[in-house]
């Protein structure tokens, strides 16, 4: 028998199921973390507390069966989280997620430097919510992080960098992000460097 094991990265915690070739429910686990909240409107993750539920929610899922056996792992995640990260994939310090709404003046910004741009190929405003404007705070107050960086990953994508060592995006994660092409399919060069992004931040991997 083969099964596979699918692992959900939410806000408050880790679940993860292991479902038999019939589509039957076989196991299933659950690990929660914390939110860190430093200061008004910020709402921080670290990520080796999600890496540390991956990997409990997957161990009590998997507990009455041969680890062997597991045949695939599927992911699904958090959104619009931006995990900075170093030339080895290890990240630089806690990960604003979508909760975080510290940067309204950084979209204030944005708004006016290239808002028509950003409807254009995103087909949105860009909002606190969206990595995009998490991106543009780092660069502006976290400058030592921004220049360490050598990737900017979305969370559920560095879990897979984890369990793989290979960083890639979907689609469907990318195009909430007000960096992503819609009409294109990829990485807006042309926005990026609107806003005085560095374009290398996201030249790992077309979605």
Not at 24 to 51: C, F, M, N, S, T
Request: charged share 25%.
């Amino acid at each position: 028998m083969r099964y596979a094991l699918g692992i959900d990265l939410g806000t408050g915690s880790t679940k993860a199921v292991l479902i038999d070739e019939s589509g039957d429910l076989i196991g299933r686990g659950q690990a929660e973390y914390p939110l860190y909240k430093p200061h008004l409107g910020w709402v921080e993750q670290d990520p080796e507390d999600w890496w540390r539920g991956l990997c409990e929610s997957a161990r009590q899922a998997i507990a009455d069966i041969d680890p062997a056996q597991v045949a695939c792992v599927g992911l699904s995640g958090q959104i619009n989280g931006a995990v900075f990260v170093d030339r080895a994939g290890q990240p630089l310090q806690r990960v604003p997620i979508w909760l975080d709404h510290r940067s309204q003046a950084e979209c204030n910004w944005a708004e006016q430097r290239a808002g028509d741009l950003l409807r254009e190929r995103t087909l949105m405003r860009l909002g606190p919510v969206n990595t995009l404007a998490k991106v543009l705070w780092v660069k502006d107050h976290a400058t030592d992080v921004y220049k360490q960086s050598r990737w900017m990953l979305l969370p559920k994508d560095w879990l897979r960098y984890r369990l793989t060592g290979q960083i890639a995006a979907e689609v469907s994660d990318a195009s909430t992000t007000a960096a992503f092409d819609l009409h294109e399919r990829q990485w807006s060069g042309e926005i990026l460097e609107a806003l005085e992004v560095n374009t290398e931040l996201f030249q790992w991997s077309e979605p």
